[in-house]
């Protein structure tokens, strides 16, 4: 079974420009998560998508970041203008329907993207 | 709100040595408890866990109880090996929280040596 692809690996950018990261998780997985790691520090959550609708973006700052899920498969986060401090780890993760049953809660992560601003 | 926290790194041991990496948490709810390991360059992979009071979780011969009496979930490994050297990070998602996030410690780092 292929596991969670992210996309790009690396990316360096200046600040004020802007950025997309992209995600396709897991077949069949109708829950994907966005989670951004700082260095030296555990992952935070960005967002939650179930299918193509938002569960929880209260960590979101919705000033600068915006995140889609088209058609409930693939997704994009989109950072614009960066800042220096979003320079971290972006961690795209999925899991089946949250519904009761803790195995359908279990996230699977994808590799991430490693955004540094200058 | 909900919270982990885990001992500070890094973790330094040698070849067959025990390991314990220690892990207590806050919330309000009786939450999963998960212990996840990112090798260098690589994602979070799922490494054990436990879905309620006194499960055992184990995997690649890693162990972790959950305590709910100390509210903590201990990693634990009787003899560790080079390549276990990793970051392990602990977890808990709440299921009183409908998003089912996980809440993530700062993260431990081992190094083993040989």
């Known amino acids: 079974e292929a596991g969670v692809a992210q996309s790009p690996r690396y990316k360096i950018i200046e600040k004020r420009q802007s950025v997309a990261f992209w995600c396709n998780p897991i077949s069949g997985h109708a829950t994907l998560y966005w989670y951004q790691q700082i260095l030296g520090q555990g992952p935070k959550l960005l967002i939650q998508?179930?299918?193509?609708?938002?569960?929880?973006d209260s960590q979101l700052p919705k000033d600068r970041f915006s995140a889609e899920r088209l058609k409930g498969v693939d997704s994009t986060l989109k950072i614009q203008p960066a800042k220096l401090e979003d320079s971290a780890v972006y961690l795209c993760?999925?899991?089946?329907?949250?519904?009761?049953?803790?195995?359908?809660?279990?996230?699977?992560f994808g590799p991430g993207t490693r955004l540094t601003v200058l | 709100g909900d919270s982990v926290t885990q001992m500070e790194g890094p973790v330094t041991l040698s070849e067959e040595a025990f390991l314990t990496i220690n892990c207590t948490y806050t919330?309000?709810?009786?939450?999963?408890l998960f212990w996840y390991v990112q090798y260098p360059g690589e994602g979070l992979q799922l490494l054990l866990k436990a879905t309620k009071a006194d499960d055992k979780g184990s995997n690649k011969g890693f162990e972790a109880t959950y305590r709910k009496e100390t509210t903590s979930f201990h990693l634990e490994k009787g003899s560790v090996q080079v390549s276990d050297s990793a970051v392990y990070f602990c977890?808990?998602?709440?299921?009183?929280?409908?998003?089912?996030?996980?809440?993530f410690g700062s993260g431990t780092r081992l190094l083993v040596r040989p």
């Open positions: 977890a808990l998602s709440d299921p009183m929280d409908s998003s089912y996030k996980l809440i």
């Open positions: 998508f179930q299918n193509n609708g938002v569960v929880d």
């Open positions: 919330a309000t709810g009786y939450p999963s």
């Open positions: 993760a999925s899991s089946l329907v949250g519904l009761a049953g803790a195995r359908r809660h279990t996230q699977y």
